[in-house]
């Protein structure tokens, strides 16, 4: 009997470390998670995945998925423009310690409220002209933009580039995720 | 003996994985786009818990693997009807014609001033900038009657983010 226990640990721990290394040893898949309370009462889950062939050539997948699973909102870009910006044609190595803290600091997202937006005063051409120093954008029109932002709505704001982020709401009209403002350079 | 028991499901239970996804399809095509003898590869890739639930990913990439371009959506809300109900076989038939861009050149972009069913963040000197150096285009479905459009700078060996716009009426409204 303790043979064929011994046995069963044994085929268990060799299962155990074939799922956990499906790749070659120079791919980079790597992941991190977070819970947030945004959309509604149950928590969201969000995500973080890194997959390249190696780390310096991972792509970086941000995704924010509701209690049953439903994903609410997706972003893709590249590690190097996420950490360095612009692009390299010879990029530096990353070591998949780097790629975890950047996934692990990507899900530390900031929920706070649409109203913490600059105001876009009657008058003035565009969100970016209403704000001196960072530049804000949006593809709402004023009046929208307005409506939401002193509705004092849930806000989700995540990183979109080394000096970007886009702000997320929940349209209170279709109950589905909307990108009020995006700033940053 | 039962602790030893114990300790077998506690094993089986660790190598559950951090994300357990039960609908992963990739695909991969190679295209043209950087050069006309370029061998740069799209991926796309669609992953979640349930084959309705899913998040797409289309990546291009150049031959030694530098991602040049990524973008994420979810699928359901982006592409509608194609993802209810839908199965491995329709999300793997559905990638392989989202894995097809349309490839094209700058100067066949619409002049300043843009229309509504076009968008862009880049500014009026950019834009007009990129449009008169004919650079390599490729676009992408980004929902349903809706493509993202990138160029291909050769100076800095990479791509950006051009426009959005409503899908060509001569073509179709989905992959």
Redesign the interface.
């Given at each position: 009997m303790r043979v064929l226990i011994a046995g069963l640990l044994a085929v268990l721990a060799t299962a155990c470390s074939e799922q956990r290394e499906p790749r070659t040893a120079e791919s980079c898949a790597r992941t991190a998670t977070r819970q947030v309370t945004w959309s509604g009462q149950a928590p969201d889950t969000v995500t973080a995945r890194a997959d390249g062939p190696t780390c310096a050539q991972a792509v970086v997948t941000f995704t924010i998925r509701n209690a049953d699973g439903d994903p609410l909102w997706a972003f893709a870009s590249t590690h190097h423009d996420m950490i360095v910006g612009g692009y390299s044609t010879d990029p530096a190595a990353v070591s998949p310690e780097e790629v975890d803290r950047f996934l692990a600091s990507w899900v530390d997202v900031t929920v706070n409220s649409s109203a913490d937006l600059p105001a876009w005063p009657e008058g003035v051409e565009s969100l970016s002209a209403a704000v001196e120093g960072i530049s804000y954008f949006t593809e709402l029109d004023r009046e929208a933009y307005e409506m939401l932002r002193t509705r004092n709505l849930p806000q989700l704001c995540f990183a979109a580039s080394v000096s970007s982020s886009q702000c997320l709401i929940m349209d209170p009209l279709s109950n589905a995720p909307l990108m009020i403002a995006a700033y940053g350079s | 003996?039962r602790a030893?028991?114990f300790?077998?499901f506690a094993?089986?239970a660790?190598?559950a994985?951090?994300?357990q996804a039960s609908c992963e399809v990739r695909f991969d095509r190679e295209i043209a786009f950087t050069a006309p003898d370029a061998a740069d590869v799209v991926t796309v890739?669609a992953l979640?818990?349930?084959c309705e639930?899913?998040?797409?990913?289309?990546?291009l990439?150049d031959a030694g693997?530098?991602?040049l371009w990524?973008?994420?959506?979810?699928?359901?809300?982006a592409f509608g009807d194609a993802f209810a109900g839908a199965d491995r076989e329709a999300v793997r038939a559905f990638l392989e014609r989202w894995s097809q861009p349309t490839i094209a050149r700058t100067s066949e972009s619409p002049p300043w001033p843009l229309t509504d069913n076009l968008?862009t963040?880049l500014d009026q000197a950019t834009y007009e900038d990129i449009r008169a150096r004919d650079l390599p285009m490729l676009c992408h479905f980004s929902g349903t009657g809706r493509q993202a459009c990138v160029f291909w700078?050769p100076a800095?060996?990479?791509a950006g983010h051009y426009f959005d716009r409503d899908a060509p009426e001569a073509g179709s409204t989905t992959p």
């Open positions: - | 003996m030893i028991l300790a077998a094993m089986l660790a190598c994985p951090r994300e890739l979640g818990p349930s639930q899913l998040t797409g990913v289309f990546t990439s693997g530098d991602p990524a973008w994420a959506a979810p699928m359901r809300p968008v963040t700078e800095a060996a990479g």
